[in-house]
Structure formats: structure tokens, C-alpha cells
């Protein structure tokens, strides 16, 4: 099964979404994780609300530390646009950034429209893959 890694530095809003949005539209075809490379201590609570909002559940979600194990399973690595390239060596698989604001410390409605870039984003993969 092809597999696909979204990579932040906290994975605790952006790659969170994603994971959770690819594996929800992707219905077990392909499978997706997330990581970070400093991973915050909790999910973004404005994300866990977003994503609510669409009928997905994230509570359960914890940020996770990426490894090379993770980065040799993957088939792509995708960076969620927070500057990482310096600290990130997701490079080893085809990768692609996405450039997109960093949810923290942004209001629901800022959020949600970093929800929507990523689920256009996440639903163009799943056809490309």
C-alpha cells in the first residue's frame, strides 16, 4: 500500500488536517500519517474544531516525532509550508510543499480556511497517486 507522510515542525495543526482528511477521502486505498519535526505537546484545539465541523474526529490524535522509519515507508512526503527543509530530511522520498499559514494562535475562521486549501490539496493528491 502506497503511503504519504505530511510533515510540519509541530504536527499539531496542518498535518494533522491533512493526515486526517487523506485517510477520510482516501477510504483505504492509499494511507497517510503525519509527524513533526518538534512535535507540540497537544492538537490544535481551533483545528480539532475545524475538522469537527466536517464530521472528523481528531480528539484522539497525538503529535508524533517523525523518524527516518517513517521517511523509508513513505512514498511521498509532503511539507506542510513550514520552513523545514533546514531540519527536515523528508528530501530522501519525492516531496512537495504546500506553503501554507501555520494555524496557531489563528481565529476559527482563518483556521478553517487552512482546512479548505488542505482538503483541495489532499483530494488532488489522491488522484496524482
Known sequence: M??????????SGRS????????YLAKGQVLA???GTMPADSINLQAI????????DITGSKPKLMTMQM?????????MGCN???TCPATFVPTEDWGLDDPAGQPLEQVRRIRD???????VLIQDL
Open 2 to 11: 502506497k503511503k504519504v507522510l505530511f510533515v510540519c515542525i509541530h504536527n
Open 16 to 23: 494533522q488536517m491533512a493526515e486526517a482528511l487523506f485517510n
Open 33 to 35: 500519517l503525519s509527524a
Open 49 to 56: 474544531e475545524a475538522m469537527a465541523e466536517m464530521g472528523i
Open 71 to 79: 521517511i523509508k515507508n513513505a512514498n511521498r512526503a509532503i511539507t
Open 84 to 86: 523545514v527543509a533546514e
Open 117 to 123: 486549501q488542505i482538503e483541495a490539496k489532499v483530494k
